[in-house]
């Protein structure tokens, strides 16, 4: 069992950064992979970017691209989500989310385990 709780959110203005961060507990995190989704109102839950348990990446949106960079410290089960020049699209609600199995995919309905959530707002 995996239980994760996502921080770091707030409201910002664009072209600032943040750094959400999850923390794990649970005797598997080295082996979990992870990913994070983001939720924004009225819009289906999207894949945003996931690690492997090796540490292999994967960016779901073309529009994160070189932006946002996700990492994992498997010695501390945290994984951190860094973005960078946040724009008012990128307002959402940030989920991060574990799965028992080997790789990054992209489905949320392959993930088994899902933080509470933390909003990002971006505005001006």
């Known amino acids: 069992q995996v239980q994760l709780v996502e921080s770091g959110g707030g409201l910002v203005q664009p072209g600032s950064s943040l750094r959400l961060s999850c923390a794990a507990s649970?005797?598997?995190?080295?082996?979990?992979?992870m990913g994070w989704f983001r939720q924004a109102p009225g819009k289906e839950r999207e894949f945003v970017a996931g690690?492997?348990?090796?540490?292999?990446?994967?960016y779901g949106l073309d529009s994160v691209q070189g932006r946002f960079a996700i990492s994992r410290d498997n010695a501390k089960n945290t994984v951190t989500l860094q973005m960078n020049n946040l724009k008012p699209e990128d307002t959402a609600v940030y989920y991060c989310?574990?799965?028992?199995?080997?790789?990054?995919?992209?489905?949320?309905?392959?993930?088994?385990?899902w933080g509470q959530g933390t909003q990002v707002t971006v505005s001006s």
């Open positions: 989310a574990a799965r028992d199995s080997e790789g990054i995919i992209t489905i949320s309905a392959g993930y088994d385990y």
């Open positions: 649970g005797p598997s995190f080295s082996r979990n992979s």
């Open positions: 690690i492997s348990w090796i540490g292999g990446t994967m």
